[in-house]
């Protein structure tokens, strides 16, 4: 086999693993290097999203939503189950043999499309050739006309809160706990902190989440995290806004932390401690001095709109640079970079990327907040529509929250959805697809939409931006 390559991507998350599948699918000679080693120390593809991010989350919140459901929401069908248990080894089992069935479903779709994968770290010397360094220390360098740089981020540590892997632990060792903690604390009231801090609290931990910033999910519509907040705090979860942790002690009886708010020093000792400050771009040993390739000011690779890093065939994707550090968000810059290699015409549109928090509520949201738009001087309105009044979700005891829809006050155009409630995750990719195909309100208020479900919302929600929401005053 000769080692020059059309591409080579660095880095097998779904930013890489996809941009490696299509640039296959359209003919190019590619090979795909990641270094992430599985629980069982062989290659496991898929990067943070499949090893210990949105996958396995997700796995663990929905084990645990069916723990919670049977106390909480099977009294309110007439169901009772009596002393009801958890057992660990088949909790933290089931997630995974999923991580396993998905790691190696990329290995599957490698080997069908013919995408080369190499074990190794990869580190991109000048002229587009990469050398891989092997787990045993072998070196071997591989070329290409085009490198695309897919290193992903890594977990901010703190450096008075070090993570020791067994009471100071990020969101891998959260994922894998063999016992329920009796008392949790989380650092940071970000999505990691809100989702791995539910998953613990169902299972009956007592959790603490200590968030620095004075405002609760700062980065959503402000009426949809007040509906989320409250919603949060009738679970039990204590999330302490505008409160700065200052040191993180292991001692025998736990970890005990100090931290300050508005109402001076306070300590708190927890069992475990998750610490989920945000993500950095992982570039560690990424490049060499002289490749040309540049970082910008927060350590991201520095590319331009079309992802490449202006290094003739040098080309950067995912959550190694600027844009939201979402898995969809980095496979779609995978699949453009590809396109735009093969001479195609690829496509990424980052406003209307959507965000979603998997707690319970679910949390979805893409485009404008109308704080946003307030600030940028746009004239826009408004249509709102709680679940309460939605027939599905009252049928599902889950009538919690709302969708609101803000449109531009001129053209009816869609600036953004926001939604708290159930299935939402679901439900936001109709008003993506619209806000995409540059929609107004009218339209989505024109489709019809089945009844009895979720996504009646959604319609009547765009039918309150006229004022004439049929299940509610307007
Ligand atoms: C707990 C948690 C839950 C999440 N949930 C969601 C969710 O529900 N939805 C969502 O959209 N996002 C979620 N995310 C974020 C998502 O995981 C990331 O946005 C996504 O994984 C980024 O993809 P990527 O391919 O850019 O990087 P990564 O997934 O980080 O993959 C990068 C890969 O490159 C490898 N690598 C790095 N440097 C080298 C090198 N020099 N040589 C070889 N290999 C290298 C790494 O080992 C890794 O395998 C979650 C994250 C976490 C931590």
């Given amino acids: 086999m000769s080692d020059k390559f059309d591409v080579i991507v660095i880095g097998a998350g779904p930013a890489g693993y996809v941009a490696a599948i299509r640039a296959a699918q359209l003919g190019l000679k590619t090979a795909c290097v990641d270094a992430f080693t599985g629980k069982d120390g062989k290659q496991a593809l898929g990067g943070t999203c499949l090893n210990v991010g949105c996958i396995p989350s997700k796995a663990l919140l929905d084990s645990s939503r069916q723990f919670w459901n049977i106390a909480h929401n099977f009294p309110v069908h007439g169901i009772s189950v009596d002393n009801p248990k958890v057992d660990m080894a088949t909790f933290i089992g089931r997630k995974d043999k999923i991580v396993k069935q998905f790691t190696g479903g990329i290995g599957q779709l490698f080997k069908a499309n013919k995408v080369t994968p190499f074990f190794g770290k990869g580190k991109l010397l000048k002229g587009n050739q990469v050398e891989i360094t092997g787990n045993d220390g072998e070196k071997q360098t591989i070329s290409a006309t085009n490198v695309i740089l897919a290193s992903g981020s890594v977990p901010i540590e703190l450096p008075f809160a070090k993570f020791d892997g067994k009471a100071i632990v990020d969101n891998a060792g959260a994922l894998d706990f063999t016992e329920v903690p009796k008392r949790l604390g989380v650092i940071g009231a970000g999505v990691i ?55 993180a002690e292991v001692k025998k009886d736990g970890v005990h932390l100090v931290y300050t708010d508005k109402d001076g020093e306070q300590k708190l000792v927890v069992d475990k401690l998750l610490v989920a400050v945000g993500r950095r771009a992982y570039t560690d040993g990424l490049l060499a001095d002289d490749t040309g390739v540049k970082l910008d000011e927060r350590g991201r690779i520095a590319v331009d709109e079309h992802n490449h890093t202006g290094v003739d065939g040098v080309w950067a994707i995912g959550d190694a640079v600027r844009g939201p550090m979402l898995a969809h968000k980095g496979s779609e810059e995978g699949v453009a970079v590809a396109e735009w290699i093969a001479g195609k015409a690829g496509h990424i549109n980052l406003d209307t990327v959507p965000w979603v928090i998997y707690t319970e509520p679910e949390i979805a949201w893409a485009g404008k907040t109308e704080k946003q738009l307030k600030e940028e001087g746009v004239p826009y309105k408004v249509g709102n529509f709680p679940f309460a009044a939605i027939g599905r979700a009252v049928a599902m005891n889950e009538a919690v929250g709302q969708v609101k829809m803000i449109a531009h006050a001129d053209t009816d155009r869609i600036l953004g959805v926001h939604m708290v409630g159930p299935g939402v995750s679901e439900l936001i990719a109709e008003c993506v697809v619209a806000m995409e195909f540059k929609g107004s309100s009218e339209d989505l208020a024109r489709i019809v939409h089945a009844h009895p479900t979720l996504s009646e919302a959604v319609h009547e929600a765009a039918l309150s931006v006229d004022k004439r929401a049929i299940h509610k005053g307007n």
């Fill in 193 to 247: 902190g809100l989702e791995l801090g539910s998953v613990w609290k169902r299972l009956g931990a007592e959790v603490t989440i200590i968030e620095a910033l004075p405002e609760f999910l700062a980065a959503a519509d402000a009426d949809i995290a007040k509906v989320a907040a409250k919603e949060f705090a009738k679970q039990g979860l204590d999330i302490k806004l505008n409160a700065k942790l200052n040191k």
